[in-house]
């Protein structure tokens, strides 16, 4: 497994995790590639460095839902891809904020118009916020802002109270305030890496201290 860089994903690589998400998807993982973005987005913003291994659990739902990857190069390439992402969107979160944009769905209408639709990417983002244990002592102004993100994960949200071109720039702004906030409260860090080529003999890159082919691999 090569190290993965922090450049942007191409199309192609954006449909192989999509495919990917959606070939492995359960009732409780990450669905799609907005809602991975959102999780990503979450981790590297909170106030602790998640481990690898439980925050790519999380990803699936849980250790049994873990993906049986049809080969060690699949489940490499996955992997590869995902720290790529979440090295660039800690590089722009850090280093260029003017340049983060959250990647949201869009939802066709019958007459074959096409409207964002946020509620993937912050189905996401709560995601990584339970996984910093709900990302305790927020001052008031910054509950406010986590509010106006997780508000579009209620069930009996008013959607058509909500103009979508707003609720995506307050969804912006939002995470680009609690990243902000969080990085200031702890000690500069890397962004995630993978590290060279693993085996299926060798340690795992996530920390477990496990076989790759006993860990991640399945």
Not at 135 to 150: D, R, V, Y
Not at 166 to 174: H, I, K, N, P
Not at 200 to 213: A, E, H, L, Q, Y
Request: negative net charge; charged residues 25%; hydrophobic residues 35%.
């Amino acid at each position: 497994m090569n190290t993965p860089s922090a450049v942007p994903l191409t199309d192609a690589q954006w449909d192989f995790l999509e495919s990917m998400l959606e070939q492995y998807k359960s009732e409780t993982s990450v669905w799609n590639t907005s809602e991975l973005d959102g999780y990503l987005t979450a981790l590297v913003s909170g106030p602790t460095v998640i481990p690898f291994e439980e925050w790519f659990e999380a990803l699936w739902g849980g250790m049994e839902f873990l993906p049986k990857w049809e080969s060690d190069q699949q489940c490499d390439r996955f992997i590869s891809l995902v720290v790529q992402h979440m090295n660039e969107i800690a590089g722009k979160l850090i280093e260029n904020p003017e340049e983060f944009s959250p990647i949201f769905m869009e939802d066709e209408h019958e007459d074959g118009h096409f409207t964002l639709s946020v509620e993937d990417w912050c189905f996401g983002y709560e995601r990584g916020v339970v996984m910093g244990d709900g990302w305790p002592g927020l001052p008031e102004e910054e509950q406010e802002l986590l509010a106006g993100i997780l508000v579009h994960t209620y069930d009996d949200e008013d959607e058509e109270a909500i103009d979508v071109e707003e609720a995506a720039d307050m969804v912006c702004v939002g995470a680009l305030n609690l990243h902000a906030y969080w990085l200031a409260k702890r000690a500069p860090s890397e962004p995630v890496r993978v590290g060279d080529k693993v085996g299926r003999n060798d340690p795992c890159p996530c920390g477990s201290g496990k076989k790759f082919k006993q860990c991640c691999l399945h």
